[in-house]
């Protein structure tokens, strides 16, 4: 039943993926070859990463709104040890473990707190990117070690960059866990019923509390990268990107009201969202009037089946 | 919910020990920096806090129906950029045309937000998610991504929030009555009371006749009409329109409302609540540069507000609960 209505959803991506390419291939020259498709990747990998845990909390019935602010403050915490002289791996660990610290923050306020997500991270997210501001103020941190650039910046083979195997990687993960195992089933359940299915023995605080963990630490993973590509900090570093990767949740079919969705919506959806802002790009058309079009976009996800049903 | 009496007088009590708490911090503040409480200083302080307050009073509405609009900054924007092209073009047309057609234009994207989350029954967050990036993008296609600056608004344009009156602004005046319109308006009229009926408990208010969809619809378009006319306030204030005006307002706006009170599970929520939230947000504001910390902990210093106001209201709520009800 719902099953057959998410294939359809999906299969629609797909067909709106293959369209977009089609376009811009015939638009710009320089878009169909390999060089200019690994190019592309770096668009939207490091938001993707953090996708798809971010998309496993909202088909738990919860939301993140402080990703981006999680990023900032890991990226912050990876500049202030990197000018203390700290190595590449322990840079790598500082980013990670700010993310979970944060996320693990978030999971508190809501299951300990007791206080509904969506504000709890409002908060967090200003407590957060407040943090980054007040540390940083004006300043940008760009002392890092040569060897951390690999992680943004390096290829693992020929034109796949270890961003977009990461990516993959995880998407894999977050594909079998989410879909063919028992907690990825409890996790359904949770965003389905969450009185139905604490009654039904799931641990329904746990699961959120780990969900809220996860995407912390994602985000600081997302942090790494992207601190190592830009090779840069700034307190203002990411803003935004969590209304851009919520859209790519959305966009891949994950219900806002919790218990539906799937990983592979959310891939497709995330290489839509990539391809569309490089193609546009190429063709000189600024990323702002692209919001337009993702705006449009979201909507109409939500307000398409909406319509349906009301005959 | 249903104990509905004693819900006001939880939110008397909550308003008047935020109420308490302003109050020491402004003496706190003015009793290390006596010039704090000069009348000059705090005309500023309340010239800039208007804008603020009316927008939280906006989103007020919305959020006691169990709504938000986080396109709220981008209505701004977009309203403000309007009045700004508007000055440009007609710079002889005075004031008059500029408030109708701000009001007009945010009154009408407010009502595209309703209108979708009354007949098509979509989610809000992810409406105006999706109309803040649809009304950002329209100030880049309607501006061709140009600066309107100071030099191409007419002097009327600019003066008129600034002029002064009994010591404080246009704009400052115009907060004092719509903030004393909503408390009124909250407490007498029964379109009021229906909204806070269709945000405390939507399937009740619905057996007795209230549409809350009809209700949202409602608050969006009010909230919409507020943002709107205060784009124009805010395009004369800083004597610039460009398409990334007030960028992240919409949180400031969100975090004042829960500073001051309003539940984000709908149905509560007071006016003199928000304002004081407002204020609170303002004094801590100007009173940093006093104390010697810099501006940049302006946020940070937010978020910690939010998160105890929060905290505090969910553990109060909690009394009231049942072990295994459904949170909101």
């Known amino acids: ?311 | 919910m249903s104990a509905r009496p004693l819900h006001f007088s939880d939110n008397a009590r909550r308003d008047i020990a935020f109420a308490v708490l302003t109050a020491v911090l402004f003496l706190a503040v003015t009793l290390a920096f006596p010039g704090f409480a000069a009348p000059r200083n705090l005309a500023g302080l309340l010239d800039d806090t208007a804008i603020l307050i009316m927008l939280a009073l906006g989103q007020m509405l919305v959020i006691m129906g169990r709504g938000i609009d986080l396109s709220i900054a981008a209505n701004l924007a977009l309203c403000g950029m309007l009045a700004a092209l508007f000055s440009r073009a007609w710079p002889d047309a005075g004031v008059l045309p500029v408030l109708v057609l701000t009001l007009g234009a945010g009154g009408l994207l407010g009502a595209c937000n309703g209108l979708l989350v009354w007949k098509l029954r979509l989610p809000p967050i992810v409406v105006t998610l999706g109309t803040m990036s649809i009304y950002r993008g329209a100030i880049y296609l309607l501006s061709k991504g140009a600066w309107v600056n100071e030099n191409e608004m007419s002097r009327e344009f600019l003066a008129f929030p600034r002029h002064e009156f009994l010591g404080l602004t246009v704009l400052s005046w115009l907060s004092i009555v719509v903030a004393a319109a909503f408390i009124v308006a909250l407490q007498r009229l029964k379109v009021a009371r229906d909204l806070y009926a269709a945000g405390g408990n939507p399937e009740a208010a619905s057996y007795s006749g209230i549409d809350p969809g009809r209700m949202q619809f409602l608050a969006y378009t009010i909230c919409g009409a507020i943002a709107g006319v205060c784009g124009y306030f805010w395009v004369a204030k800083f004597a610039v329109a460009y398409t990334d005006i007030a960028l992240g307002f919409e949180l400031s706006v969100i975090a004042a409302c829960l500073i001051g009170g309003v539940a984000i599970a709908g149905g509560a929520g007071t006016a003199a609540g928000v304002v004081l939230g407002c204020l609170f947000i303002g004094i801590i504001r100007s009173s940093l540069p006093l104390v010697g910390i810099s501006a940049f902990w302006q946020m940070f210093i937010n978020g910690l507000v939010i998160l105890v106001a929060v905290l505090l209201s969910a553990r109060q709520r909690q009394f009231k609960r049942t072990i295994l009800e459904a949170r909101a």
Request: proline content about 3%; aromatic content about 10%; charged content about 10%.
């Open chain 1, 1 to 311: 039943m719902k099953a057959a209505s998410l294939l359809r959803w999906e299969s629609m991506l797909a067909a709106v993926l293959i369209a977009a390419f089609i376009t811009f291939s015939s638009l710009s020259p320089y878009f169909l070859s390999v060089d200019t498709l690994s190019d592309a990747t770096f668009n939207f990998t490091e938001r993707a990463i953090v996708a798809l845990p971010l998309a496993l909390l909202i088909i738990a019935g919860e939301i993140d709104i402080s990703v981006a602010a999680i990023i900032a403050l890991a990226s912050v915490a990876m500049g202030l040890a990197s000018a203390q002289g700290v190595g590449t791996a322990g840079l790598v660990g500082i980013g990670l473990g700010t993310g979970l610290l944060a996320g693990c923050i978030n999971g508190a306020l809501v299951t300990i707190g007791r206080v509904p997500s969506i504000v709890a991270t409002i908060g967090t997210m200003t407590l957060f990117r407040g943090a980054a501001y007040a540390v940083l103020g004006d300043r940008v941190l760009k002392d890092y070690p040569d060897s951390f650039a690999t992680f943004g910046q390096g290829y693992l083979v020929g034109p796949i960059s270890i961003e977009l195997a990461l990516f993959v990687l995880f998407a894999i993960l977050f594909g079998v866990f989410l879909h063919r195992t028992r907690w990825g089933r409890s996790i359904f359940a949770v965003g389905a019923n969450p009185v139905a299915s604490r009654f039904s023995g799931i641990a329904v605080n746990h699961y959120r509390f780990a969900l809220f963990a996860l995407t912390g630490l994602f985000s600081g993973l997302a942090a790494v990268l992207l601190t190592s590509r830009l090779g840069s900090t700034r307190p203002s570093i990411a803003q935004g990107w969590e209304l851009e990767i919520i859209s790519m949740v959305i966009l891949g079919g994950v219900s806002v009201w919790g218990g539906k969705g799937s990983i592979l919506g959310v891939v497709l959806a995330a290489l839509v969202f990539g391809l569309t802002t490089f193609g546009l790009g190429l063709m000189n058309i600024p990323g702002i009037v692209l919001s337009i079009f993702t705006g449009l976009l979201l909507i109409l996800v939500v307000a398409v089946p909406a319509l349906v049903n009301r005959r």
